[in-house]
Structures are given as C-alpha cells and as structure tokens.
Antibody, heavy 123, light 110 residues
Framework: QVQLVQSGAAVKKPGASVKVSCKAS????????IHWVRQAPGQGLEWMGW????????NHAQKFQGRVTMTWDTSISTAYMDLSRLRYDDTAVYYC????????????????WGQGTLVSVSS | QSVLTQPPSASGTPGQRVTISCSGS????????LYWYQQLPGAAPKLLIY???QRPSGVPDRFFGSKSGTSASLAINGLRSEDEADYYC???????????FGGGTKLTVL
C-alpha cells in the first residue's frame, strides 16, 4: 500500500534551517509528483511547492523564494524540504503529499499524505 | 487572505443537508478542476472530492461536489456527527503557477 512517512518533530531557533524528509513506499517514487503543504497552528493549508522526481524539476510558491529547497533521493525513495532562515511564523505542521503522475498535470489531486511534521521555531 | 474564498464556518443538525461554497477566479476555478479536502481534528487532510465531482473510493455518496464558472460547492447530505471537520477547496492557479487553497470551513454538527 502507498505510504508516506515523514521525519519527526523539530525545534529550531530563529534564523536556523530545518530539513523535513518524506519516505515513500508502495509505488514507483519517480512516477508521481510530491507536493509540500504546511499548516500553522489554528490556520489553514498553505501550498509550498512541488517536485518531479523523474525530471528533476521543482517549483515553489513565490512566498518562499530564496528560503526553500526541495530535493530527493531516488535510491531511498525520499523527498526532502529544506526551509532556511526560519522565523517564528514558520511554526507549522509540514506535510508531503503524493500528486498525480509526472506524465499528467500539477493539479492538487493528492490521494496520499504523510502524517505531518511539526516544526516549532522558538528561541 | 486566501486566493479561494470559503465561509469560515457552517453548521447543521444530523440528517440535514449542508453546503459549503468556494469562490475563485478565471485563473483557478474558472479554468482548472476543483478539489475538496476534509481534515479531521489532529489528522492530515484527506481527499474528499477530485476533479470537481469525483469521489475517491471509500468516500460516501453523501458528499457531492459541483462547479460552475468561478465557483464551486460541496454538499453533504444526511449530515452525521463524524462529518464534523475542516473542509478546504483547492485548485491550480495558472496566473500564480501554483496551488491555491481556500481558507477552510469549520463544519459543526449540532
């Protein structure tokens, strides 16, 4: 069965970086987009970006320009989201989600989600 | 300020029909499929409706999605206590070249 298992919670200081991992299983990792979505406490869902593990392309929301890096390691079917220069308002649960096949579109059709990773930014 | 607009709250009694609206623009809902996600307290989002009106396997047919122009709606028939959750609409936005979400609607079953 398809599973996305994310790394554990992290506590970081302002200005630091955090790297969240998302290990996929049960399907061909390079065949599907991975989206990253975050949710601040008590707030709604916010899309951060996507990766295409097959072509090597990524894109992210303008809001995160210069601060987010999305990478992956096909040998271990794992995607990573690195957020730098953390601020207090980056405190959120970060989710990875499997999108459509890489031969399809980037529509937000995510049937499978990771369990979420809480990143707390605190001094 | 979310790109897609949803009412912050909705409510109904068991057995009732409830609708949740989602309003956007030509660059998102007007030109791309609309998706609905259900998020139970403390859980990850779950895909409820895809491509405007399709239900993934396992989603009861009490949930119905529709879209017209730059607006969409989620209808829940025969409301049940387990439907109490947050509901989000989402779509691809051609102008932003990214995914946009609604602000979410908290559904309370009275």
């Amino acid at each position: 069965q398809v599973q996305l298992v994310q790394s554990g919670a992290a506590v970081k200081k302002p200005g630091a970086s955090v790297k969240v991992s998302c290990k996929a299983s049960g399907y061909t990792f390079t065949g599907y987009y991975i989206h990253w979505v975050r949710q601040a406490p008590g707030q709604g869902l916010e899309w951060m970006g996507w990766i295409n593990p097959n072509s090597g392309t990524t894109n992210h929301a303008q809001k995160f320009q210069g601060r987010v890096t999305m990478t992956w390691d096909t040998s271990i079917s794992t995607a990573y989201m690195d957020l730098s220069r953390l601020r207090y308002d980056d405190t959120a649960v970060y989710y990875c989600a499997r999108g459509l096949t890489v031969s399809a579109t980037l529509f937000p059709e995510c049937h499978y989600w990771g369990q979420g990773t809480l990143v707390s930014v605190s001094s | 300020q979310s790109v897609l607009t949803q009412p912050p709250s909705a409510s109904g009694t068991p057995g009732q029909r409830v609708t949740i609206s989602c309003s956007g623009s030509n660059s998102n809902i007007g030109s791309n499929p609309l998706y609905w996600y259900q998020q139970l307290p403390g859980a990850a989002p779950k895909l409820l409706i895809y491509r405007n009106n399709q239900r993934p396997s396992g989603v009861p047919d009490r949930f119905f999605g529709s879209k017209s122009g730059t607006s969409a709606s989620l209808a829940i028939n025969g409301l049940r206590s387990e439907d109490e959750a947050d509901y989000y609409c989402a779509a691809w936005d051609d102008r932003l070249s990214g995914v946009v979400f609604g602000g979410g609607t908290k559904l309370t079953v009275l």
